[in-house]
């Protein structure tokens, strides 16, 4: 059942959700209230009815703001999948449904860790329709679709679990390399939507950040592999349109977790990336890690991580692993980051040789093309 | 000229040796690099304190040497910038009255005695003629007591760099890099800046470095091996972009006279059997490493210049052509 709804005041009285930032209010034109029915990344208005694990929802803008009992949000209708909060499925029951994330992905609890409180417990109200009737999804706010652009340098960050440093490597080497003159982008192609890495990504002052929400997911637990190779690519093809010369990409979570294994053990997607961080929080999640990828055919161009803050974890794993190890100091500095770069390119074979920011060094040697603000990669001969 | 090539010992194939014009070396009188020999043979010229208050005023000005020009074209100021912060460095800043927006700075780095202000007078006029500004940061002695060695305590690299992003915000510092010149302990602070961060620098010129990071495997400062301690990982990290810094146009300069070590001239067994027992030899065997290293990337040679007549004295070094070379090296930057 469709009823017509005043948009404009659901636009004013809900707090909009940091998923729902694509999405364009005006296209608001109705409320479906069969919310049983709703697909992942369905908009979804909902009542706050009891306060929970999630005393605050993201907005749009980035700030977290305090939920209050009976207060009107618009979340987007998804999965969650982690270990140390939810595991919950993107299926809505009139009578309930639990906010899985704080960015604003609603669902249904189905695990949780055992250290957190009940989710915050919401009253969905209906799903957000366009003119057309249809429930309005994310995927219709994406990023248009687009190919992986050719001569982008990418590289994946990795990791052992949620929380083992990942967001904060990917930070703080884009931050490094930018310093270094690159124009990076910091991009996230799985996990569940949430401003926090997105926050972190632009404070490092990556040129071009996004993430899945960007291509259209609430959250990319059990969604389709092809989808999120699609999604992947995307976020490379614009992050390229922006003039990103180097891309890093964060796979959320562990190694093991579903949609990052299959995405790692597809050699597709092994391939589209130039080099590989892992970032672990000890010395036997590292050397657990470490075995995996290198099973792969993977050799992780440096371990970060919060293991690099213990000297003792560092020893361990050096002693097992052989394996630079680089904490978030050595990441950011443009010297490391640099020459890590430049390691993870001579070890494709290729070379640097181009990388003004758009300056007077423009021009190439060796004979590729390269225009201003483009870090030309080459096979060397 | 070809004396001079023969007598560098580590040569035995054709790295350029290259006299350069004369003309700079006549320079008229009141000149900067008048100025500068007053600091007298083997000195680098000591130009006092540099800051500001040493001149009177924010703005000095100067004018070029006016032979061949109409004076206007080729005017400049200089003016005193001063350390951002604790950790900021100065700099003299030679600023045409007509900058090209889009020519590149020279920045240029003192010796050990920190010869600031004559840094920028001595490349002022000649930069001026192209439209470029000079910029001669100082390395104080009490921050900056090994900034030559660029990632000693403090990081010279770092703040370096960072000078060269705050003087791009002032818009002295058109694009990403930067032609970089430095004489004696600068040289040897712009080589190791060069080989870290090879994207700041558009052209590179060495005059008179007193021993180098070599492009070999002995432990770092003195090659790209893994050194001890907290020198461990500089060595490898400059290796990693080795192929970079090698593709920048670089120009190792020397007196022709420089080839007696002196008390500054840091002497050991390793070094000197490494790299030779004076800047002269040195810089030879430094070129021809270069070179090797390029060759076998299929990159161009550098260019080495003796200069003749100069001995280890920054103003003779000038005179003998260092002005050009920084300003205009043989080979086109890529």
């Known amino acids: 059942m469709i009823v017509e709804t005043d948009a404009a005041l659901i636009a004013r009285a809900a707090k909009w959700a940091f998923t729902t930032r694509r999405v364009d209010r005006s296209a608001v034109a109705g409320l479906d209230r069969h919310v049983a029915a709703a697909r992942p990344g369905d908009l979804v208005l909902a009542r706050v009815e009891r306060i929970g694990a999630h005393k605050r929802v993201q907005l749009v803008t980035g700030r977290p703001a305090a939920l209050y009992v009976g207060d009107l949000v618009v979340v987007a209708c998804g999965a969650r999948y982690a270990p140390d909060q939810f595991e919950g499925l993107a299926t809505l029951a009139p009578e309930g449904a639990d906010l899985l994330a704080g960015g604003g992905v609603v669902g249904t609890l189905r695990e949780a860790n055992a250290r957190m409180g009940a989710p915050t417990r919401l009253s969905p109200i209906g799903l957000l329709c366009g003119r057309d009737g249809r429930a309005i999804n994310l995927a219709d706010h994406a990023l248009t679709p687009r190919a992986r652009p050719d001569g982008m340098v990418v590289i994946a960050g990795t990791g052992a679990a949620m ?50 929400v960007d291509a259209g997911m609430a959250s990319t637990y059990r969604e389709p592999h092809e989808r999120l190779v699609a999604g992947l690519d995307t976020l490379l093809g614009h ?30 997607v092994r391939a589209r990336f130039d080099g590989v ?11 657990g890690g470490v075995a995996l990828l290198r099973g792969l055919g993977i050799e992780p161009a440096v371990l970060t991580g919060l293991i690099a803050a213990s000297p003792l974890a560092v020893a361990e794993a050096g002693a097992a692993l052989s394996l630079q190890v680089a904490d978030r100091d050595v990441l950011a500095d443009p010297a490391h980051a640099g020459a890590l770069l430049a390691r993870i390119l001579a070890g494709r074979g290729m070379a640097a040789v181009d990388m003004a920011a758009g300056g007077a060094a423009g021009g190439t040697v060796g004979g590729a093309a390269g225009g201003a603000g483009a870090l030309t990669a080459v096979r060397a001969a | 000229m070809g004396d001079l090539v023969a007598n560098c010992p580590a040569l035995g194939h ?63 100021t200089r003016r005193w910038i001063a350390p951002a912060g604790r950790t900021g460095l100065g700099a003299w800043i030679a600023q045409p009255r007509r900058p090209d927006p889009a020519a590149p700075a020279l920045v240029a780095v003192h010796g050990i005695k920190r010869g600031v202000r004559e840094q920028a007078a001595a490349f002022a006029p000649l930069a001026a003629a192209a439209g470029r500004t000079v910029i001669a940061p100082e390395f104080d002695a009490l921050r900056w007591p090994s900034f030559q ?37 600068g040289a040897q602070f712009a080589h190791r800046f060069a080989m870290l961060h090879p994207q700041r620098v558009r052209r590179l010129t ?49 007196g022709a006279h420089d080839d007696v070590a002196d008390v500054h001239t840091r002497r050991n067994p390793a070094l000197d059997g490494q790299q030779g027992q004076d800047r002269r030899t040195r810089a030879c065997r430094y070129a021809a490493a270069l070179e090797r290293a390029a060759r076998q990337r299929g990159l161009p040679a550098p260019t080495l210049a003796v200069l003749p007549g100069a001995g280890h004295d920054f103003a003779a070094c000038l005179a003998a052509g260092l002005g050009p070379l920084a300003l205009n090296a043989r080979r086109q930057p890529r």
């Open chain 1, 163 to 212: 929380n083992a440093g990942k967001t904060t490597a990917i930070a703080c080497l884009a931050h490094g390399l930018t310093r270094a003159g690159h124009r990076v982008a910091a991009l996230k192609a799985t996990g569940t939507g949430a401003c926090g890495d997105v926050n972190a990504y632009h404070d490092a002052g990556a040129a071009y950040v996004a993430d899945f």
């Open chain 1, 239 to 268: 992050a390229g349109r922006a003039g990103c010369s180097v891309a890093l990409v964060e796979l959320a979570d562990g190694l093991f977790q579903r949609e990052t294994a299959a995405l790692m053990a597809d050699p597709a």
């Open chain 2, 14 to 76: 054709p790295v350029r040796a290259t006299a350069p014009s004369p003309a700079v070396a006549m320079a008229p009188s009141g000149t900067p690099a008048d100025a500068g020999r007053s600091g007298g043979p083997n000195e680098e010229p000591s130009g006092g304190r540099s800051g500001a208050p040493s001149v009177g005023s924010s703005e000095a000005p100067g004018e070029a040497p006016s032979a061949g020009s109409s004076g206007a074209g080729t005017a400049f």
């Open chain 2, 206 to 254: 060495l005059c008179a470095a007193g021993w180098y990071t070599m492009p070999d495997e002995a432990p770092f400062p003195y090659g790209l091996g893994a050194g001890d301690g907290a020198a461990a990982p500089w060595g490898p990290l400059m290796q990693a972009r080795l192929g970079e810094y090698l593709a920048l146009p670089i120009t190792i300069t020397v």
């Open chain 2, 149 to 185: 060695q660029a990632v000693r305590r403090g990081r010279a690299d770092l703040a370096f760099a960072r000078l060269l992003d705050d003087l791009g915000l002032q818009g002295l510092v058109p694009g990403p890099s930067v032609d970089l010149v430095g004489y004696s302990a």
């Open chain 1, 277 to 287: 961080l892992y970032a672990a929080r000890d010395a036997a999640s590292a050397a």
